[in-house]
């Protein structure tokens, strides 16, 4: 019997897990050899582990350590990859420069130079997010907001900008490295009830992070229940973006204000809002624990609904049959699937991405797998600067290979929906390597 099925016939089974304390321990580079299992690790994988996590984020948690993880698997299992900084992460020289610093004891601040130095190769702030999404309000940028598709409005508050344990392919890394400049967050959501008044052609709230889901409940109250005023009417979705249930389901079970968090979204449902919890699972194993499988069954006891979304990465899921796995498991428990992206030209993308051409068979293998309740999934799509734009399939059209792309969502909301053709590429790993099918100049989005 699977643990889900199980789970749901026998949940006195595990009452000994919600009762037990949870020591909120929190892992990052300097109490690394703290870790109760760190003598799984060789010395020389505990020392890479600290040169990759000198440059790219790191933090990890009792929960996802104790309960995720299968120390008999390491370096190969996924859940090990999606939180613990792997060698393969830096360009080889950068790994070496950086490996010498440290087994050479140099100073912090050669050490910090050189992580700066490095970081800036690697592209931290792609797709344009903080100079073309960013809007303007008297001529002063709104910190903390993001707006690039008409309907939907991003909002980053300044509380919930950083995540319970951190993924090591994660698109936003900049935003954790305490650099200020790097980062998006707004203490202010006066800024956010301004621009939403003065844009009644958003419906979409989206709340993200980080992990709004790490905020007090309180301050996600104060947050979001002005937008029950009648002035906000035309704002009839609220999304959060949430990795708890994966990295702290406890979040939503025995933290102090778990249930307060929970009547927070029952009170927006029921005062007429559709509140959609954004989840993010990379691997069916996040959504097997006892916890985790509560944490969805009281969420989903609010009335919210829950609906998932996930990067396709190599070294992690990059197996159709674990997404057709995982797809099944959501679908069963009340998640709908919602997106596959593929990973983004930031950050370790080396070490993560996949061919497009890959990225379109895996998402083809995994869905003739399951039923159409599954096929509610859109994708492989890539959050480029233009739009996101899903990558179809391949075929032949007079005699030429091509790939067959939609434009998904649009910066001009005149492009949604458009079909388009690039030239077959087998190397083509981003929207930037394609060029138009037939000989043709330009994509139309280039114009
Ligand atoms: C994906 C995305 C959205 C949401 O798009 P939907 O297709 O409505 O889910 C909004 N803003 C940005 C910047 C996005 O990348």
Known sequence: ??????????????????????????????????????????????????????????????????????????????????????????????????????????????????????????????????????????????????????????????????????????????????????????????????????????????????????????????????????????????RIGTKSITFWPYRFITDEDADDLLDVLRELVQKGKHVAIMTHFNHWREMETPMAIEAIRRLRETGATLRSQSPLVKNINDDPDIWAKMWRNQVRMGIIPYYMFIERDTGAKNYFELPLYRTWEIYRDAIKQVSGLSRTVRGPSMSATPGKVEIQGTTEINGEKVFVCRMIQGRNPEWVQRPFFAEYDEKAMWLDDLKPAFGEKKFFFED
Request: charged share 25%; net charge neutral.
């Open 1 to 238: 019997m699977s643990k889900i099925l199980s789970f749901y016939r026998k949940p006195e089974k595990y009452q000994y897990l919600f009762n037990r304390e949870q020591p909120f321990t929190v892992y990052g580079i300097s109490n690394l050899d703290k870790i109760p299992q760190i003598h799984y690790l060789s010395k020389e994988q505990q020392f890479s582990i600290k040169v990759v996590a000198n440059v790219l984020p790191f933090r990890v948690n009792q929960y996802v350590i104790d309960e995720l993880i299968d120390w008999t698997n390491i370096p190969n299992d996924p859940i090990f990859q999606l939180t613990f900084p792997q060698p393969g992460m830096l360009e080889e020289q950068d790994y070496n420069k950086m490996a010498d610093l440290i087994r050479n004891d140099a100073d912090k601040f050669q050490i910090r130079k050189l992580a700066g130095e490095i970081r800036q190769r690697l592209n931290p702030h792609p797709g344009g997010q903080q100079t073309l999404n960013v809007p303007t309000f008297n001529k002063q940028q709104l910190e903390g907001i993001q707006h690039k598709y008409r309907e939907t409005v991003l909002f980053f508050p300044g509380r919930g900008q950083t995540c319970h344990s951190y993924c090591t392919f994660c698109f936003r890394w900049a935003q954790f490295i305490g650099d200020k400049d790097l980062k998006f967050s707004s203490n202010e959501a006066s800024h956010l009830y301004h621009y939403l008044r003065s844009h009644k052609d958003v419906s979409d709230l989206l709340v993200t992070g980080g992990d709004p889901m790490i905020m007090k409940a309180r301050h996600l109250r104060d947050y979001l229940m002005p937008l029950l005023d009648k002035e906000f009417e035309h704002i009839q979705n609220i």
